[in-house]
C-alpha cells in the first residue's frame, strides 16, 4: 500500500493562475479530505468527502473546487490563485465505521506570487 | 459548528519530564482523534479515542465525552516527542475539525 500520495509536493503560481492538487489513495477508504495549514490557525477544513459522488465544504471552501468520482482520487482545483491561497494543503483519508483514524498525505507547499 | 480548543498552546520542557495536553470541544462528538506533527511537517495518528483511555507505550489519551473533553499523557519525554500535538474531532455531519495544536519543545 502507499497510502495518500500527493502530488506535487512543491508548487508556485501566479496570482491568478489555475491548478489542481492530486491526491490518491489505495486503501479503498470512503471518507477523504482537504486542509490548509497556515501558521497558528491549525488545520482548516476545506472540503470533504464521504464516498465516491458525494462532497461537502468544510470551513473554509471558498476558492476551491473538489469532486470524487472515484473511490481513489480526490482533486482539489484552486480556479484563480490568490496570495491569500499560499499555505501547506493536506489530504487525508480514513474508512468510515472503523477505529483505525486518519491518514494523511506528506502536504503540498503552495506559494502563490 | 463545533468548536475545539486546545492547551497550553505551548510547552516548553526537559527531557525526561511528564506532559499532559488537553482538549476541550463544544458539542458532542462521533469520533476524537489525536495526532503529532514532526518538525518536518508529517502528521501521525496517535489515538483514535472517541471515549476511554488508551496507552502505547509512553502516551496515553482519556476521553470523558459526556464531559467534552480529552486529556493527552506523555510521560518520559524523549527529545523525539517535540513538535505540534493535535486533537480533531469528527460530529454529526461528518466534519473532521482540528483544534490550533501544542507545540510541545524537550530540552536535552
Known amino acids: 500500500n502507499a497510502g495518500v500520495t500527493q502530488t506535487p509536493k512543491f508548487q508556485v503560481l501566479k496570482t491568478g493562475q489555475s491548478m489542481t492538487l492530486q491526491c490518491a489513495q489505495d486503501?479503498?477508504?470512503?471518507?477523504m479530505s482537504w486542509y490548509r495549514q497556515d501558521p497558528g490557525m491549525g488545520l482548516r477544513l476545506i472540503h470533504y468527502?464521504?464516498?465516491?459522488?458525494?462532497?461537502d465544504q468544510g470551513e473554509v471552501p471558498n476558492g476551491y473546487n473538489v469532486s470524487r468520482s472515484t473511490t481513489e482520487d480526490f482533486p482539489l482545483r484552486l480556479l484563480s490563485a490568490a496570495p491569500s491561497q499560499t499555505s501547506v494543503y493536506f489530504c487525508?483519508?480514513?474508512?468510515?465505521?472503523?477505529?483505525?483514524?486518519?491518514?494523511f498525505g506528506s502536504g503540498t507547499r503552495l506559494t502563490v506570487v | 459548528g463545533i468548536q475545539v480548543e486546545q492547551s497550553p498552546p505551548d510547552l516548553i520542557l526537559q527531557e525526561g519530564a511528564n506532559s499532559t495536553l488537553r482538549c476541550n470541544f463544544s458539542?458532542?462528538?462521533?469520533?476524537l482523534q489525536w495526532f503529532h506533527q514532526n518538525p518536518w511537517g508529517q502528521l501521525i495518528n496517535l489515538f483514535y479515542?472517541?471515549?476511554g483511555t488508551k496507552q502505547n507505550g509512553r502516551l496515553s489519551a482519556t476521553t470523558v465525552a459526556t464531559e467534552r473533553y480529552s486529556l493527552l499523557y506523555i510521560s518520559s519525554s524523549q527529545t523525539t516527542d517535540s513538535g505540534v500535538y493535535f486533537c480533531?474531532?469528527?460530529?454529526?455531519?461528518?466534519?473532521?475539525?482540528f483544534g490550533k495544536g501544542t507545540r510541545l519543545h524537550i530540552l536535552p
Open positions: 487525508a483519508s480514513n474508512k468510515t465505521g472503523t477505529n483505525y483514524g486518519y491518514t
Open positions: 486503501m479503498n477508504h470512503e471518507y
Open positions: 468527502s464521504v464516498g465516491a459522488g458525494i462532497t
Open positions: 458539542d458532542s462528538v462521533n469520533n
Open positions: 479515542i472517541p471515549s
Open positions: 480533531a474531532v469528527q460530529n454529526r455531519d461528518d466534519k473532521i475539525i
